[in-house]
C-alpha cells in the first residue's frame, strides 16, 4: 500500500540491545508515522514525522527515538530493548499539508525481546 | 487532546445482517473520521472515511455516518459476509494533530 516496505519483517533480540526499524516509502508522502499495536490497546501513536528532519513525540515514546534524514525513509530505534517492548510495530505515510488525510500502513514488523 | 472511545469491543452477527460500530470523540475541531479494517496478521486498511462537511458517506455496503453536535460517527455493514470478519478501528483527527484511533471492535460473522 502506497509504496511502504518495513524491515525487517520479524525480529527476536535480548533485553538491553539496540534495535532499528526501517520504514521505505516510494509515494513521497509528506508524513510518516510509527505505531505500537498491542492486544487491547488498538494503534498507539509513538513518534511521527512531519518534513525531512523533523520529528515529534506521540503517546507512547518513551524508550525510543527516530529519524527521518530523507523523504522515504523513516527509522525508529530502541536505544535499550526491554520485554515490554515487544509488539507489533508498523509504519504509516499520509500525503498533503495536515494530519486529516488518509494514512496507509506497511506491513508490520513483528519484535519479540527476550 | 483527542480522545475516542469505541464500541463495542466485540460484535458477533448472523450472515447477511447488519453490523453497526459506533465512535465517540471528544475535540469539537476534529474534521476528519476515517475507518480501517485490519484482518488477522495483516495491516489496517482504509475502508471508508468521512468529512465533518459531509453527514453520511456509503460505498456499497458500508456507509458512515456523523453526528457533528453529539460528537459521534458510526460505520454501518449491510448484508454481512464472512469475509467481513475483522478487527475494525475508527479514527479522529483535526488536522493539527496526528489522527487519533479507538481500540478497536472485532467484528464475527456467522454463517
Known amino acids: 500500500d502506497a509504496g511502504i516496505t518495513q524491515s525487517p519483517r520479524h525480529k527476536v533480540t535480548e533485553t538491553g540491545t539496540p534495535v532499528t526499524l526501517r520504514c521505505h516509502q516510494t509515494?513521497?508522502?509528506?508524513?510518516m508515522y510509527w505505531y505500537r499495536q498491542d492486544p487491547g490497546h488498538g494503534l498507539r501513536l509513538i513518534h511521527y514525522s512531519y518534513g525531512v528532519k523533523d520529528t515529534d513525540k506521540g503517546e507512547v515514546s518513551d524508550g525510543y527515538s527516530v529519524s527521518r534524514s530523507k523523504t522515504e525513509d523513516f527509522l525508529l530505534t530502541l536505544e535499550s530493548a526491554t520485554s515490554s517492548q515487544t509488539s507489533v510495530y508498523f509504519c504509516?505515510?499520509?500525503?498533503?499539508?495536515?494530519?486529516?488525510?488518509?494514512?496507509?500502513f506497511g506491513d508490520g514488523t513483528r519484535l519479540s525481546i527476550l | 487532546g483527542e480522545n475516542v472511545e469505541q464500541h463495542p469491543s466485540t460484535l458477533s452477527v448472523q450472515e447477511g445482517d447488519s453490523a453497526v460500530i459506533k465512535c465517540t470523540y471528544s475535540d469539537s475541531a476534529s474534521n476528519y473520521f476515517p475507518w480501517y479494517k485490519q484482518e488477522l496478521g495483516k495491516r489496517p486498511q482504509l475502508i471508508i472515511d468521512?468529512?465533518?462537511?459531509?453527514g453520511e458517506k456509503k460505498d456499497q455496503r458500508i456507509a458512515v455516518t456523523l453526528n457533528k453536535t453529539a460528537k459521534h460517527f458510526s460505520l454501518h455493514i449491510t448484508e454481512t459476509q464472512p469475509e467481513d470478519s475483522a478487527v475494525y478501528f475508527c479514527?479522529?483527527?483535526?488536522?493539527?494533530?496526528?489522527?487519533?484511533f479507538g481500540k478497536g471492535t472485532r467484528l464475527s460473522v456467522i454463517a
Open positions: 479514527a479522529a483527527s483535526s488536522g493539527n494533530t496526528p489522527l487519533v
Open positions: 504509516a505515510t499520509s500525503e498533503g499539508q495536515g494530519f486529516n488525510q488518509p494514512q496507509h
Open positions: 468521512i468529512r465533518s462537511n459531509v
Open positions: 509515494e513521497n508522502h509528506r508524513y
